[in-house]
């Protein structure tokens, strides 16, 4: 799914008619959830799943020494309970 299909997914079940109103809160949802995971905190969303920054550190390779990266940040992802029924129930 494309964010052009969430928002028109968004607008049919929220019952709105104006599709720039729901790309709105799609753009305003996002953004949030962006902003918080840029400032290290962590975003749960009941019934979805949570979102957790994470910094890579370096690794020791074969030869045993550290390799160093770039700092930078990942994001770990974990799906909820809710969340993997309702992926379970779409597959079936």
């Given at each position: 799914m494309?964010?052009a ?5 968004v607008?049919?079940r929220?019952?709105i008619?104006?599709?720039?109103i729901?790309?709105?809160?799609v ?6 959830i962006?902003?918080?995971l ?6 749960t ?7 957790t ?5 370096g ?6 020494t550290?390799i160093?990266?770039?700092p930078h940040?990942n994001?770990r ?6 969340g993997?029924?309702h992926e ?5």
């Amino acid at each position: 799914m494309i964010k052009a299909e969430l928002v028109k997914a968004v607008a049919q079940r929220a019952n709105i008619l104006n599709v720039k109103i729901a790309r709105q809160a799609v753009d305003a949802v996002f953004d949030i959830i962006a902003i918080k995971l840029e400032t290290n905190e962590q975003v749960t969303i009941s019934g979805f799943g949570t979102f957790t920054p994470v910094h890579r550190r370096g690794r020791k390779g074969r030869t045993g020494t550290i390799i160093q990266f770039k700092p930078h940040k990942n994001l770990r992802k974990s799906i909820s309970k809710g969340g993997k029924n309702h992926e379970l129930q779409r597959t079936r």
